[in-house]
């Protein structure tokens, strides 16, 4: 199994260098992750990233970074990104792009990438189009991970993040040993503020409208892998990389 990789770089963006071991495989995946919230993309992209020794970029990562930096920190449009993300609204395309474009670095990673989060519009993924047809880069696949919406619900309502060390943990069906505190680290468990009922529902909807449109954008291009994201994160893991066997 490859070493998981250093993705600091596309956390903090600017200048910062990533570090870590390359693939051992040899082969650059360059990979997008789409599927509604909710079923299992963060997990995949971990287990994912591990086994191929890609780079894990998730947009969604560095605006919780951004949220947990000092506010004198951020800049005005992330702070207007984190008022969107709070209510579980999608952060306007053009913050998103600019903030892709100014780690395009990441994606020029001689190991290739996991896209997670990122693009979540239309306009976004013709965005990212631009962006690697300039690097002479392009696309391995799109693993779509679908799931019926009330699993989604029960998924996301359940799901709870420790404050220390970010490990993931779901009240039923993957309850830490004492409820609230991280098997790991011992750290407070929290859940995510859009992951309440409220937000969960405009997250949904946003997902429907703006997002599902990516499905028939990537497989008109022939990039799209449709995996079901029912069973454990195991079986979906092996799965996904079934269907990437075949595909690649
Ligand atoms: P995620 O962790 O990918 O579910 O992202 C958490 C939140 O960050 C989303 O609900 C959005 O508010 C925001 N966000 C992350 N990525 C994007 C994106 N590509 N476009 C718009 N908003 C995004």
Redesign the pocket.
């Known amino acids: 199994m490859a070493q998981k990789r250093d993705n600091s770089a596309w956390i903090k963006g600017g200048n910062a260098t990533s570090a870590g071991a390359p693939s051992s495989s040899g082969k650059a995946w360059r990979l997008i992750l789409l599927g509604a919230?909710g079923v299992g993309k963060g997990t995949q992209a971990d287990l994912l990233c591990e086994r191929l020794g890609t780079l894990h970029l998730?947009?969604?990562d560095v605006?919780r970074a951004a949220k947990a930096a000092p506010a004198g920190d951020r800049t005005p449009a992330i702070e207007r990104a984190l008022g969107?993300?709070k209510r579980?609204?999608?952060?306007p395309d053009d913050t998103?792009i600019d903030l892709v474009r100014e780690r395009v670095a990441c994606l020029r990673d001689a190991t290739g990438f996991l896209l997670?989060?990122?693009?979540?519009?239309v306009v976004?993924a013709e965005a990212l189009d631009q962006l690697m047809k300039a690097e002479k880069l392009s696309l391995t696949g799109v693993l779509d991970y679908e799931l019926p919406t009330d699993e989604v619900v029960k998924r996301l309502s359940g799901r709870r993040t420790c404050a220390k060390c970010r490990a993931g943990f779901h009240v039923v069906t993957m309850a830490p040993k004492k409820e609230g505190v991280c098997d790991h680290c011992g750290g407070e468990l929290y859940q995510r503020e859009?992951d309440r009922p409220e937000s969960i529902r405009v997250?949904l909807d946003a997902y429907q409208k703006s997002t599902s449109p990516l499905t028939d954008y990537y497989r008109k291009l022939g990039l799209l892998i449709p995996i079901s994201a029912t069973g454990s994160p195991e079986e979906i893991f092996q799965r996904s990389l079934t269907a990437l066997k075949a595909k690649g």
Request: hydrophobic content about 30%.
């Open positions: 919230p998730s947009t969604g605006f969107y993300m579980g609204e999608l952060v998103v997670d989060g990122f693009p979540r519009t976004q859009d997250r």
